[in-house]
């Protein structure tokens, strides 16, 4: 071999661990952009699952300012400013979208084909058209679907376990959800099979909410289911207030709403999902495209149990619902 050809190769083999390591500290330094497209309209409302979100990227070893970068976005429930959040986030050019409600999801999977969509909580992404089948979502979403439907029954039949004598229920929806037709169908449904009268009351805004509570005492209910809807979320504590002033005792599928004042909820794990949803953008920043990664489905269900509201409301809870639940406060 000629002398210069041996100088060279020898040279590029003493190169070669110095360019691999340069390269790997490279990809160390990037800090990935991952946008979060809440609901609320602040921090401070979305900090019990921002608080899981955080820590959940937190435990799986990204730093913000080290390796990662936040890019929250607060829309206030306004469907102007879902849209405005999603092209700003496109704009950042953001590695990843975590969409937390099905508003957000369309929107973003609107504004952008390319960016993976992680979405938290949404009741059907096939027909909402953000994938186009659980096993195998294509395009660039995936993330956690939710069972709100399939649960309707086993709300229905909970309530009916705390309440004795209960007949009289009035499902309280939020009119501008999409969702909420589905659900007052498959709620009525569950209902009649429990010999239960139950018809919805809608409300629009915050300030519907004490109006309507008291309608449906008026309406002499036995109890309130609460139906989808973040909305209803953001407001759990004027909601629990309000069925406490008029006695009435209320169901939600989100338990960190029971503190405020209902007296139980069952559904799906909530911080588990956003655990879950961190979870796939760590595949998605490794490589995994959002198509290759099907969507989940709960694989716990949660029963919480507000003790105190049950005292409040005259209400003695049976041992054999308590002996069940996840969470019982008071």
Request: aromatic fraction near 6%; avoid cysteine; charged fraction near 20%.
């Amino acid at each position: 071999m000629e002398r210069r050809k041996f100088i060279a190769i020898a040279t590029a083999g003493a190169a070669w661990p110095l360019m691999v390591r340069a390269q790997q500290n490279a990809i160390r330094a990037k800090i990935a952009k991952v946008g979060v497209l809440w609901h609320a309209g602040n921090a401070d409302q979305e900090k019990i699952y921002l608080d899981v979100l955080t820590k959940a990227f937190s435990d799986l070893g990204y730093v913000e300012g080290r390796n990662i970068g936040f890019f929250h976005r607060f829309p206030a429930e306004e469907p102007e400013r879902f849209q405005m959040f999603a092209r700003e986030l496109v704009e950042d050019k953001v590695d990843a979208i975590v969409a937390v409600t099905a508003l957000g999801a369309k929107e973003a999977k609107r504004t952008t084909s390319t960016i993976p969509i992680v979405f938290v909580i949404v009741s059907d992404p096939v027909g909402s058209g953000l994938v186009e089948s659980l096993a195998r979502p294509g395009g660039n979403a995936t993330g956690l679907s939710l069972m709100a439907i399939d649960l309707s029954g086993k709300r229905l039949a909970l309530l009916k376990e705390a309440v004795p004598n209960l007949s009289r229920v009035a499902l309280l929806v939020d009119a501008t959800d999409p969702f909420t037709q589905r659900a007052v169908k498959a709620n009525q449904a569950a209902a009649e099979a429990l010999g239960i009268s139950l018809w919805p009351a809608e409300v629009s805004t915050p300030n519907d909410i004490e109006p309507a509570f008291s309608k449906i005492a008026q309406d002499r209910a036995d109890g309130v289911i609460l139906g989808a809807g973040s909305m209803l979320f953001n407001e759990r504590a004027r909601i629990g207030s309000s069925a406490l002033a008029h006695r009435l005792p209320a169901l939600s599928f989100i338990a960190e709403m029971v503190p405020h004042g209902l007296l139980l909820s069952y559904g799906q794990d909530f911080p588990d999902f956003f655990r879950r949803a961190a979870a796939d953008v760590d595949k998605i920043l490794r490589g995994t495209k959002p198509a290759d990664i099907p969507v989940e489905q709960p694989t716990r269900f949660k029963l919480a149990i507000n003790l105190n509201t049950a005292k409040t409301l005259g209400l003695t809870v049976p041992p054999s619902l308590l002996a069940t639940a996840d969470e019982v406060i008071g």
